[in-house]
């Protein structure tokens, strides 16, 4: 008989610290191995935790609604044989994983050993596989820099400016996932920690009451806290130029009808959306530069081997943009269930790590507000993002007549250091062409 104590593990993605959301168990409760027990809202998202050992709960360490770092015993539990206790340097239970480059997967996800809250350099086989810019063979310059979170946070290495950018946006080094030579962090690991949400969408909270008497604060964190972070340093990284097209989208509209009864489309629900998201990858064979990315520190354009295409997704605890992997390859009843997918997943809040990273390419669909355009912000290590608004029936020009036809408006931002006007106007030019008229995309 003996008394274990859960930690609280990283549950991946470089988590330093979570919020006790709800208790599943409580004191007195008996629990099985891999039990859920607890409910943790991380900086981007909410996950459930089993509990690495058998026994009796005897105390419940953390209260609801705290915040605590990685490390931190969070429960109790009395265990009835020495053998429930896990390894000591994991305190999380592991399933063995075939194929993941040689790591172990944990229940509660892939990341480092959990029984201290020191934070170490992450090895680039601890990352998630998203195609990442590689830094110069030779790297002059790199310092060891102390996290900023704690006295005790682990030590990393970070040119000066790299450690400038990530000073400046509020990011610890400590919790970068380094891809670097040697675990060097560099600016698109920064980047790249900025804009990849975590686990997944955390559930809805209810907004504060405004009593009228005088201002009411909220914290700022979460989803919306990273949001912001990404936000800011994409607007004042990268020079945006957005450019609008107004299109008939009449046949689109109709193509979608045809694939609704379409039996490789049984029990997928096909919207225009699809039919953007198809056009997109067509046009980005006509103009790969739309699917690169700007390496700053390397002064180089990496131009990324598949479209990993990202969809905006709005939750109640602010915007995610999980993606596609591999979108261009896809067949269309393919994408649309990957959609299909993703949608759902997202409005669940159970949207994965490796399903937020690595995104090369991003679509807003702004219309499902009832939104015609606007100036989409793009996201740090990518080149554009494209804005689909709404599509209303309106008059519409059709050989000098006045006809009522399905229109809608394409917002395309682009990061002018690798895109130009042309190139930029060539692949927006493509996609309305393509969505204007369906029959085009055997030409790309």
Not at 44 to 58: D, H, M, N, Q, R
């Amino acid at each position: 008989m003996g008394v274990q104590q859960f930690r609280l593990p990283d549950v991946g993605e470089g988590l330093v610290e979570a919020e006790i959301v709800s208790w599943k168990v409580k004191p007195g409760d008996t629990v099985k191995l891999n039990d859920t027990v607890v409910e943790i809202e991380t900086a981007k998202s909410l996950v459930e935790l089993p509990v690495p050992f058998a026994g009796v709960i005897t105390e419940l360490l953390v209260p609801e609604g705290e915040t605590v770092p990685v490390g931190t015993p969070i429960i109790s539990v009395q265990t009835d044989s020495a053998g429930a206790e896990p390894p000591a340097d994991d305190m999380v239970p592991t399933i063995p994983e075939p194929d993941n480059g040689g790591r172990t997967a944990v229940l509660v996800g892939y990341g480092p050993k959990t029984t201290e809250a020191k934070r170490r350099p992450r090895k680039p086989a601890d990352a998630v596989p998203v195609s990442v810019v590689a830094a110069p063979a030779v790297v002059p310059e790199v310092v060891v820099a102390k996290s900023n979170e704690s006295a005790g946070s682990a030590r990393v290495l970070a040119k000066p400016p790299v450690r400038k950018l990530a000073k400046d946006l509020g990011i610890d080094l400590g919790v970068v996932t380094a891809t670097g030579p040697g675990g060097v962090i560099t600016r698109a690991d920064v980047e790249s920690h900025v804009t990849a949400p975590a686990e997944a969408a955390p559930a809805y909270e209810a907004a504060p009451v405004v009593s009228g008497l005088g201002d009411t604060r909220v914290p700022v964190k979460g989803v919306q806290k990273v949001m912001a972070q990404a936000m800011v340093a994409s607007a004042f990284s990268a020079p945006h130029v957005t450019e609008w097209i107004t299109v008939d989208v009449s046949a689109t509209m109709e193509l979608v009808e045809r694939l609704k009864n379409d039996k490789a489309f049984r029990d997928l629900r096909v919207s225009p959306l699809l039919i953007v998201a198809k056009a997109v990858t067509l046009a980005a064979r006509r103009t790969p530069i739309v699917n690169a990315a700007w390496d700053e520190q390397a002064q180089e354009i990496v131009y990324k081997g598949a479209v990993n295409l990202g969809i905006a997704a709005a939750t109640p605890r602010g915007l995610i943009v999980p993606n596609i992997k591999g979108a261009d390859s896809r067949t269309l009843p393919d994408l649309c269930r990957a959609l299909n997918e993703l949608v759902a997943t997202a409005r669940e809040g159970k949207t994965q790590p490796a399903d937020q990273a690595g995104g090369s390419f991003t679509i807003t669909n702004v219309g499902v507000f009832g939104v015609d355009a606007g100036t989409p912000i793009i996201n740090p290590g990518e080149a554009a993002i494209l804005a689909f608004g709404a599509v209303r029936k309106q008059p519409w020009v059709v050989d000098d007549e006045i006809v009522p036809r399905w229109i809608t408006t394409l917002a395309l931002s682009f990061d002018h250091r690798l895109i130009d006007g042309e190139k930029g106007s060539t692949f927006l030019a493509d996609v309305a062409s393509i969505l204007e008229d369906p029959a085009r995309a055997l030409m790309f």
